[in-house]
């Protein structure tokens, strides 16, 4: 079943401008990992943030962590047209014991040059 | 980073048969393999958990006698959809666990049935 939603479930916004796509998910989780997918394509990691983490860096990417609220956020700096994917977070939830993930609808971001 | 194989990238085949997908982690041992069902602008659905020399542990709501999974060592496992139909049309990902917080993703595989 899924756990994760996001928001929004589209996003287009024009090269340079910063995205921000949100997730929120229903119960305790280890981490929480946000991935890329082109369309028709597999899935590329982008970045995984513990429970005890609040906020995390990778390059222009940043991911916040709340786990009172139950969400999450990755946001894209300096966007640029290659950036145009969908996004999908997902969980390792608390107590799984062979780390499979549940994923989120997704945010399908399109970057416009 | 791991990379993680499947094969084949595409296969379309007639309503009755069966497809065969592998999936294999190319430079690590996966004793926890993972098999995904993503249908058209929707998000990845677990379908198994693949376990190196036992059974497969699967969600509810699949069928584990259509969708058998087999992990014969530690780099493949294969999911067979037997006797397709085409609402199983649909992209099958595979992922490999590395490590207890670590899993990569295979490219995919587009199933067709016709």
């Known amino acids: 079943s899924q756990q994760g939603e996001e928001d929004p479930q589209a996003l287009s916004i024009q090269e340079g401008e910063n995205a921000t796509m949100n997730c929120s998910y229903k119960?305790?989780?280890?981490?929480l990992q946000w991935y890329r997918q082109n369309s028709g394509r597999g899935l590329v990691h982008l970045i995984l943030i513990r429970s005890n983490e609040r906020e995390k860096h990778s390059g222009r990417l940043r991911v916040t962590l709340d786990t009172s609220k139950k969400s999450s956020s990755l946001l894209i700096t300096a966007s640029r047209a290659a950036d145009t994917a969908s996004y999908f977070c997902a969980t390792d939830t608390y107590g799984g014991s062979q780390g499979n993930l549940i994923f989120g609808k997704g945010t399908k971001l399109s970057v416009k040059p | 980073g791991a990379v993680v194989s499947q094969h084949p990238s595409r296969v379309i085949c007639k309503s009755g048969t069966s497809v065969k997908i592998e999936c294999r982690s190319l430079d690590f041992q996966a004793t926890t393999m993972f098999w995904y069902r993503q249908f058209p602008k929707q998000s990845l659905m677990l379908m198994a958990t693949?376990?190196?020399?036992?059974?497969?542990?699967?969600e509810q709501g699949v069928e584990k006698d259509k969708f058998l999974i087999n992990h014969a060592s530690l780099t493949l496992s294969t999911l067979t959809v037997t006797s397709a139909h085409p609402e199983d049309s649909s992209f099958y990902i595979c992922s490999a666990r590395e490590t207890v917080s670590k899993q990569y993703f295979g490219p995919g595989t587009r199933l067709t049935v016709t």
């Open positions: 693949s376990n190196e020399g036992s059974k497969a542990t699967y």
């Open positions: 119960t305790s989780i280890n981490n």
